[in-house]
């Protein structure tokens, strides 16, 4: 059974840093792409990032480029979400996922397998 946890969320002031982290066990994570997804109050749940198996780093979403950076250790099976320049409207609870190699497009939450339950994120203006 494969489970996937985050943590590193909290409340920040805007302009500040958050590093989160996701750890997936029971799973081969190393054939996995690594997704971030994020979902704030009312809104539908929104692609933020994704690294593949090999390493590279797919496309952001526009709102977050310049300002956030995945990276994956495959070793200590884990993602992180590093999270420069916070903004308020970041706020949202932000879940990490993993696709197994699919032809799906990443930035779509359906093609991603598995699935953490989230971790709160909040920025003060």
């Known amino acids: 059974q494969v489970q996937v946890v985050e943590s590193g969320g909290g409340l920040v002031q805007a302009g500040d840093s958050l590093r989160l982290s996701c750890v997936v066990s029971?799973?081969?994570?190393?054939?996995?792409?690594m997704g971030w997804f994020r979902q704030a109050p009312g809104k539908e749940r929104e692609f933020v990032a994704a690294?593949?198996?090999?390493?590279?780093?797919?496309p952001y979403q526009d709102s977050v480029k310049g300002r956030f950076a995945i990276s994956r250790d495959n070793a200590k099976n884990t993602v992180y979400l590093q999270m420069n320049s916070l903004k308020p409207e970041d706020a949202a609870v932000y879940s990490c996922?993993?696709?197994?190699?699919?032809?799906?497009?990443?930035?779509?939450?359906?093609?991603?397998?598995?699935w953490g339950q989230g971790t709160q994120v909040s920025v003060s203006s």
């Open positions: 029971g799973g081969t994570f190393g054939t996995y792409t």
């Open positions: 996922a993993a696709r197994r190699p699919s032809s799906s497009t990443y930035t779509v939450a359906s093609g991603y397998d598995y």
């Open positions: 690294i593949t198996s090999r390493d590279t780093i797919l």
